[in-house]
């Protein structure tokens, strides 16, 4: 096999097994001009509106899966160690003091990638498998 074709095959292989490797799995994504690097525990601290930054003193602008959303309930157990009725009681608690409001929220993977594409300071959540170019994902969580 000639050199070219085994580059061609080794990209292809990596492709397959990297889609095997990704698929169903949780991806936080920012812009791609975001150079920060996040714990999970940064991340829970930005979701919770404990901080309002990231790492490097840029504004953080967190960006939910709608409420009803499979992946948010994963993302809330998950990366926040919170349940559902956690998370509202959390979010209510907070309202009511004028201390903060809970995160947008977008209907789909999607909306959330064109949202996060077109603000540098947004932060975000989607299914793996509709990761593209327009993002960067920065940790993935295993649902």
């Given at each position: 096999?000639?050199?070219?074709?085994?580059?061609?095959?080794?990209?292809?292989?990596?492709?397959?097994?990297?889609?095997?490797?990704?698929?169903?799995?949780?991806?936080?994504?920012?812009?791609?001009?975001?150079?920060?690097?996040?714990?999970?525990?940064?991340?829970?601290?930005?979701?919770?509106?404990?901080?309002?930054?990231?790492?490097?003193?840029?504004?953080?602008?967190?960006?939910?899966?709608?409420?009803?959303?499979?992946?948010?309930?994963?993302?809330?157990?998950?990366?926040?160690?919170?349940?559902?009725?956690q998370i509202n009681a959390y979010w209510a608690r907070l309202l009511?003091t004028g201390k903060g409001k809970p995160p947008r929220t977008f209907n789909s993977d999607?909306?959330?990638?064109?949202?996060?594409?077109?603000?540098?300071?947004?932060?975000?959540?989607?299914?793996?498998?509709?990761?593209?170019?327009?993002?960067?994902?920065?940790?993935?969580?295993?649902?």
């Amino acid at each position: 096999m000639n050199l070219r074709y085994s580059k061609i095959y080794s990209i292809v292989l990596w492709l397959f097994f990297s889609q095997e490797v990704w698929a169903g799995q949780l991806a936080v994504i920012v812009h791609p001009d975001n150079t920060n690097q996040l714990s999970k525990a940064e991340i829970s601290r930005i979701y919770l509106g404990k901080t309002k930054f990231f790492p490097n003193g840029s504004k953080a602008e967190p960006i939910n899966q709608s409420v009803k959303s499979e992946l948010k309930m994963i993302f809330d157990k998950s990366v926040l160690e919170k349940s559902a009725s956690q998370i509202n009681a959390y979010w209510a608690r907070l309202l009511f003091t004028g201390k903060g409001k809970p995160p947008r929220t977008f209907n789909s993977d999607q909306a959330i990638i064109n949202y996060v594409a077109n603000n540098e300071n947004a932060i975000g959540y989607i299914n793996s498998d509709s990761v593209d170019l327009k993002v960067k994902v920065i940790t993935m969580f295993n649902r």
